[in-house]
């Protein structure tokens, strides 16, 4: 025996998740604070690049300037130029000591008619620098040039300055710039945890009350006071809410058919204890009709029920494709020509040649089935039941039109509902089959009207499919008849 599924049964094992949500919102934080260190670092090696490269130059021909000034008058004093280019050199150096920074190396030479009067070269010793190009007189990528003349006295003063920012790109200046990111990423490390932490909190509330749910609970979760979740909770409490309208559904459903079916099992059970309790011919007889009665009662409602099942799927879960209306119709109507025949009735179809719509084939089918049977059961002997398709631009509509004895308007609300039968019916009948109708229709996006039936007398049942665009297909044809 195949064991009974149990409710409350443990669901299946999720998988664990691999990914956290968590490592990857506190990689992010970090890693846009790398990319700000980063973009911060070029643009200082940008700006040591061009600009202290611009202003080194600048200070570089300033310099010269003031030793060719200082030269002019002390042309014939080699004694007299070194002490006052000594004392220039004791300038440049407090002016970068009160700036905090060593002072730049630097090549001087002082030129009078071809004659070097003065030269003063860099200590360079220690240092992984190369002296400068003295016979290039222009900068390179490692010396500023600058060079200030006097053609009147004959006077030249070259010098070249180191190019600001060697240190910059050194192991030393790398150790400087990323100092402030080795000491900081410790200190912001727990603090940033912690706010994530916090931050994640709300959220692991709501995983926490989903999961200590019991199957049976789909009340709504707390509304949260946080924009960010608000979305989620708004989702599941939307979730919760149809599955609590489907459990409903398929509850009245059962009570209903079982209500429903309560009747003919009656039947067929009391009309088999008929027949096993050795009763002359003639009530057998009519105990085995009945027993065959119960059992066609029984069989059209569980199929009608079926029916009502399928109809009632939601409309997303309904796969529909392009079928040729007017070739289902016809299908359908022949499939009851059997039963118009047997009462007498006469069934007609009026339809174009084609009309193409995109519907699902099992619903609509269980919608026409219904409509044409209830029309044929309910006419009387000689009656007439047409079938017409309409196909506009706009939309199609299916009608089937009776001649029986129609539904009393103030009563044509309530007979879409299930089980509902009209009062003094003398037809058997489930109640089911407008209930069908509707919900079939409304999977379709379509909607069902009542109208009277033909000369006036009757019912008149039409669907209406509206379509998305474009030009009706086919054309009107003769009428056929079953």
Same mark, same amino acid.
């Given at each position: 025996?195949?064991?009974?599924?149990?409710?409350?049964?443990?669901?299946?094992?999720?998988?664990?998740?691999?990914?956290?949500?968590?490592?990857?919102?506190?990689?992010?934080?970090?890693?846009?604070?790398?990319?700000?260190?980063?973009?911060?670092?070029?643009?200082?090696?940008?700006?040591?690049?061009?600009?202290?490269?611009?202003?080194? !130059?600048?200070?570089?021909?300033?310099? &010269?300037?003031?030793?060719?000034?200082?030269?002019?008058?002390?042309?014939?004093?080699?004694?007299?130029?070194?002490?006052?280019?000594?004392?220039?050199?004791?300038?440049?150096?407090?002016?970068?000591?009160?700036?905090?920074?060593?002072?730049?190396?630097?090549?001087?030479?002082?030129?009078?008619?071809?004659?070097?009067?003065?030269?003063?070269?860099?200590?360079?010793?220690?240092?992984?620098?190369?002296?400068?190009?003295? !016979?290039?007189?222009?900068?390179?990528?490692?010396?500023?040039?600058?060079?200030?003349?006097?053609?009147?006295?004959?006077?030249?003063?070259?010098?070249?300055?180191?190019?600001?920012?060697?240190?910059?790109?050194?192991?030393?200046?790398?150790?400087?710039?990323?100092?402030?990111?080795?000491?900081?990423?410790?200190?912001?490390?727990?603090?940033?945890?912690?706010?994530?932490?916090?931050?994640?909190?709300?959220?692991?509330?709501?995983?926490?009350?989903?999961?200590?749910?019991?199957?049976?609970?789909?009340?709504?979760?707390?509304?949260?006071?946080?924009?960010?979740?608000?979305?989620?909770?708004?989702?599941?409490?939307?979730?919760?809410?149809?599955?609590?309208?489907?459990?409903?559904?398929?509850?009245?459903?059962?009570?209903?058919?079982?209500?429903?079916?309560?009747?003919?099992?009656?039947?067929?059970?009391?009309?088999?204890?008929?027949?096993?309790?050795?009763?002359?011919?003639?009530?057998?007889?009519?105990?085995?009709?009945?027993?065959?009665?119960?059992?066609?009662?029984?069989?059209?409602?569980?199929?009608?029920?079926?029916?009502?099942?399928?109809?009632?799927?939601?409309?997303?879960?309904?796969?529909?494709?392009?079928?040729?209306?007017? &070739?289902?119709?016809?299908?359908?109507?022949?499939?009851?020509?059997?039963?118009?025949?047997?009462?007498?009735?006469?069934?007609?179809?009026?339809? *174009?040649?084609?009309?193409?719509?995109?519907?699902?084939?099992?619903?609509?089918?269980?919608?026409?089935?219904?409509?044409?049977?209830?029309?044929?059961?309910?006419?009387?002997?000689?009656?007439?039941?047409?079938?017409?398709?309409?196909?506009?631009?706009?939309?199609?509509?299916?009608?089937?039109?009776?001649?029986?004895?129609?539904?009393?308007?103030?009563?044509? &609300?309530?007979?879409?509902?299930?089980?509902?039968?009209?009062?003094?019916?003398?037809?058997?009948?489930?109640?089911?089959?407008?209930?069908?109708?509707?919900?079939?229709?409304?999977?379709?996006?379509?909607?069902?009207?009542?109208?009277?039936?033909?000369?006036?007398?009757?019912?008149?049942?039409?669907?209406?499919?509206?379509?998305?665009?474009?030009?009706?297909?086919?054309? *009107?044809?003769?009428?056929?008849?079953?």
């Amino acid at each position: 025996m195949k064991p009974r599924a149990d409710s409350t049964a443990p669901a299946a094992t999720a998988r664990p998740a691999h990914r956290s949500l968590f490592r990857r919102s506190l990689g992010a934080v970090f890693a846009v604070i790398f990319l700000t260190w980063a973009a911060l670092i070029a643009r200082e090696l940008i700006d040591i690049g061009l600009l202290q490269s611009r202003n080194g !130059q600048a200070e570089n021909q300033l310099w &010269a300037e003031l030793a060719k000034l200082q030269a002019l008058p002390r042309l014939e004093q080699p004694q007299a130029l070194e002490s006052r280019m000594a004392e220039l050199d004791g300038l440049l150096r407090d002016e970068w000591r009160h700036k905090g920074h060593r002072p730049p190396f630097y090549l001087l030479q002082v030129w009078h008619e071809d004659r070097l009067l003065l030269r003063r070269d860099p200590d360079l010793s220690g240092r992984d620098r190369p002296q400068p190009q003295e !016979q290039r007189y222009e900068s390179d990528r490692l010396w500023l040039y600058a060079e200030a003349s006097d053609p009147e006295h004959g006077l030249i003063v070259r010098r070249w300055q180191e190019r600001p920012g060697d240190w910059h790109f050194s192991v030393a200046g790398f150790s400087y710039y990323a100092r402030p990111l080795l000491y900081g990423l410790p200190l912001l490390i727990l603090p940033v945890w912690l706010l994530f932490r916090l931050g994640f909190a709300p959220l692991q509330r709501i995983g926490q009350q989903i999961s200590q749910r019991s199957a049976k609970d789909l009340s709504p979760l707390p509304d949260s006071p946080y924009v960010e979740l608000a979305p989620l909770v708004n989702a599941v409490n939307s979730l919760m809410a149809r599955l609590q309208l489907r459990l409903e559904r398929e509850r009245e459903f059962l009570l209903d058919a079982a209500h429903e079916l309560k009747t003919p099992l009656a039947v067929v059970k009391l009309s088999a204890e008929a027949l096993d309790s050795g009763q002359d011919a003639e009530r057998r007889a009519a105990s085995a009709q009945r027993l065959h009665q119960g059992v066609d009662r029984a069989t059209h409602t569980v199929h009608q029920l079926l029916a009502l099942a399928r109809s009632g799927a939601d409309a997303l879960d309904m796969a529909q494709r392009e079928h040729e209306l007017v &070739a289902l119709v016809s299908d359908r109507v022949v499939l009851a020509s059997p039963m118009a025949l047997s009462r007498d009735v006469e069934l007609e179809l009026q339809a *174009p040649e084609e009309c193409w719509l995109s519907v699902n084939r099992e619903s609509l089918g269980a919608l026409i089935d219904n409509l044409v049977d209830n029309a044929i059961k309910y006419s009387p002997p000689g009656g007439h039941v047409l079938v017409r398709i309409s196909d506009t631009p706009e939309a199609v509509q299916l009608e089937v039109l009776d001649q029986g004895p129609g539904i009393p308007a103030e009563l044509q &609300a309530k007979v879409f509902e299930r089980f509902y039968r009209i009062p003094g019916q003398e037809q058997h009948g489930s109640g089911l089959g407008l209930a069908i109708v509707e919900r079939a229709a409304a999977q379709h996006g379509a909607r069902v009207q009542l109208s009277e039936g033909l000369e006036g007398r009757g019912l008149g049942v039409a669907v209406r499919f509206p379509r998305a665009g474009g030009a009706a297909s086919g054309t *009107p044809a003769p009428s056929t008849e079953a």
